[in-house]
């Protein structure tokens, strides 16, 4: 199985949203709405930020959404902040067999 | 306070074995599934086994099946990994997670370094 597509890098400048992709299959992203994302700090373990493709934790500020269509999942940040720098991975249920599939991870960095 | 704690991380030549344990607190165990996810250095997230709550069912990627295997003791609320035959791709940071309702996971430990060099 392999992982989901994310690009290396997304860059914003304080204040600016930006858009993060995460390409699968239709044997993962397309066939199920069991999609999370997650934000790694450095040194840290993920903390989830979404979960059920566009739901937020509580405690997740509402600057971060996200959405599906088809095999892709988007992950928006609006109003980019400092604490926002870090990388983010998507992951999706892929069913019994692959079980989950994580993305290959997207460094948000500021212009 | 929810919480899981790794340990068993360590050095271990190619071919060896180590065993990696999580020890959760806080929440009733045996209710949720348990995950292992790991981290190569510099590398991204890559999932590496599951567990029911009752133990029952186990679930493996592919690179690790033969090799590694997972168990829980809910008596003692504490998730097990145990890893044989290990090479030097499988050198990473360790994380277990509670898993969701919604396959998401909410609950990470701190993660344990496991290292195979000789």
């Known amino acids: 199985q392999s992982a989901l597509t994310q690009p290396a890098s997304v860059s914003g400048s304080p204040g600016q949203s930006i858009t993060i992709s995460c390409t699968g299959t239709?044997?993962?992203?397309?066939?199920?709405?069991?999609v999370s994302w997650y934000q790694q700090l450095p040194g840290k373990a993920p903390k989830l930020i979404i979960y059920?493709?566009?739901k937020r934790p509580s405690g997740v500020f509402d600057r971060f959404s996200a959405s599906k269509s088809g095999n892709t999942a988007s992950l928006t940040i609006s109003g980019l902040q400092a604490e926002d720098e870090a990388d983010y991975y998507c992951?999706?249920?892929?069913?019994?067999?692959?079980?989950?599939?994580f993305g290959t991870g997207t460094k948000v960095t500021f212009l | 306070e929810v919480q899981l704690l790794e340990s068993g991380g360590g050095l271990v030549q190619p071919g060896g074995s180590l065993s990696l344990s999580c020890v959760a607190s806080?929440?009733?165990?045996?209710?949720?599934?348990m995950t292992w996810v790991r981290q190569a250095p510099g590398k991204g997230l890559e999932w590496v086994s599951a567990?029911?709550?009752?133990?029952?069912?186990?679930y493996y990627t592919n690179s690790v099946k033969g090799r590694f295997s997972l168990y829980r003791d809910n008596s003692k609320n504490t998730l097990n990994l145990q890893m044989n035959s290990l090479r030097a791709e499988d050198t990473a940071v360790y994380y277990c997670?509670?898993?969701?309702?919604?396959?998401?996971?909410?609950?990470w430990g701190q993660g344990t370094l496991v290292a195979v060099s000789s």
């Open positions: 997670a509670r898993e969701g309702s919604w396959w998401e996971l909410p609950i």
């Open positions: 806080g929440f009733t165990f045996s209710s949720y599934a």
């Open positions: 567990i029911s709550g009752s133990g029952g069912d186990t």
């Open positions: 239709s044997s993962d992203v397309g066939s199920y709405n069991l």
């Open positions: 059920e493709v566009n």
């Open positions: 992951c999706s249920y892929a069913g019994s067999s692959t079980y989950y599939v």
